[in-house]
């Protein structure tokens, strides 16, 4: 079977073989991608790929047009993530999701009106401390 995909100089060769099932059962199907790319008197060729997921630890293939996707857009390292753990992270990091520490609180007494507050540094001897509303208040006096 053959490709012929706009930007490039031939057609990309399709053939399929089979591969043994990671874990029981019978071999599966797999399309072998070998795709000829002309760049400067040199071939690329990109084939599929088993590769673990460094979150699940299941294997995932790494398609050979995934492959020319990446290598079209710039990208040097293979995704570490299966599809699901990788829609998983997006839809974390895009909520702000990421668990962090609570941050340290610490007593203070503000320096202008005497208020009782909370800031998050250790106050020193010295320095004057300031509540949000007076701090506030200076920062727009500035």
Same mark, same amino acid.
Not at 13 to 29: I, K, N
């Given at each position: 079977?053959?490709?012929?995909? !706009?930007?490039?100089?031939?057609? /990309?060769? +399709?053939?399929?073989?089979?591969l !043994?099932?990671?874990?029981a059962? !019978? !071999? /599966?199907?797999?399309?072998?991608c070998?795709?000829? @790319?002309?760049?400067?008197?040199?071939?690329v060729?990109?084939a599929? $790929?088993?590769?673990? *997921?460094?979150d699940?630890?299941?294997?995932?293939?790494?398609?050979?047009?995934?492959?020319?996707?990446? #290598?079209s857009?710039?990208?040097?390292n293979? =995704?570490?993530r *299966? %599809?699901?753990?990788?829609?998983?992270?997006?839809?974390?990091?895009?909520?702000?999701?990421y668990?962090r520490? %609570?941050?340290q609180?610490? =007593? #203070? +007494?503000?320096?202008?009106?005497?208020?009782?507050?909370? @800031?998050?540094?250790? =106050?020193?001897?010295?320095? %004057? @401390?300031?509540?949000?509303? *007076?701090?506030? $208040?200076?920062?727009?006096?500035?």
């Amino acid at each position: 079977m053959l490709y012929n995909i !706009p930007g490039t100089f031939q057609p /990309h060769a +399709v053939s399929e073989f089979s591969l !043994p099932r990671v874990g029981a059962g !019978p !071999p /599966h199907r797999l399309k072998q991608c070998l795709i000829h @790319v002309e760049k400067g008197g040199t071939d690329v060729s990109f084939a599929d $790929k088993t590769l673990t *997921c460094r979150d699940c630890g299941a294997d995932f293939i790494f398609t050979a047009g995934e492959q020319e996707f990446y #290598a079209s857009r710039g990208l040097m390292n293979e =995704p570490s993530r *299966c %599809p699901a753990c990788r829609g998983e992270h997006r839809r974390r990091r895009s909520q702000g999701s990421y668990e962090r520490a %609570p941050r340290q609180m610490y =007593p #203070a +007494v503000c320096a202008n009106c005497g208020a009782q507050t909370e @800031v998050p540094f250790e =106050p020193r001897t010295g320095r %004057p @401390v300031y509540c949000n509303e *007076c701090f506030s $208040k200076m920062r727009r006096s500035r």
